[in-house]
């Protein structure tokens, strides 16, 4: 699975964003996809998730009701809208697959990661 991720820039807090990460390759076989994130000096954290079975979706506790995460079937698109962007949510956003379920340790294709930028 090839993944390749955009949308990412320097913003003002309070503004939007929508990421998107294109997918080709094994992309019949994928479970789900996810966004994951990572600031700075801090470890790589989740920050939501759908499952391509049944289209449940899971989001890190902190971002719920400002991110919302998508997916574009026909396009073969995942989308992440992220809105009232905050400093703290700078960081570089990855796109990933899995195929074998939705825990953060089971996705093995990453994206090259896309920069966020949340200036005060």
């Known amino acids: 699975v090839q993944l390749q991720a955009s949308g990412g820039g320097l913003v003002q807090s309070g503004d939007s964003l929508r990421l998107s990460c294109a997918a080709s390759?094994?992309?019949?076989?994928?479970?789900?996809m996810g966004w994951f994130r990572q600031a700075p000096g801090k470890e790589r954290e989740l920050v939501a998730v759908?499952?391509?079975?049944?289209?449940?979706?899971t989001y890190a506790d902190s971002l719920k009701g400002r991110f919302t995460i998508s997916r574009d079937k026909a396009r073969n698109t995942l989308y992440l809208q992220m809105n009232n962007l905050k400093p703290e949510d700078t960081a570089v956003y990855y796109c990933a697959a899995s195929l074998r379920g939705m825990w953060a340790d089971q996705y093995d294709y990453w994206g090259q990661g896309t920069q966020v930028t949340v200036s005060s």
């Open positions: 390759g094994r992309d019949s076989s994928v479970y789900s």
């Open positions: 759908e499952s391509y079975r049944d289209r449940r979706k």
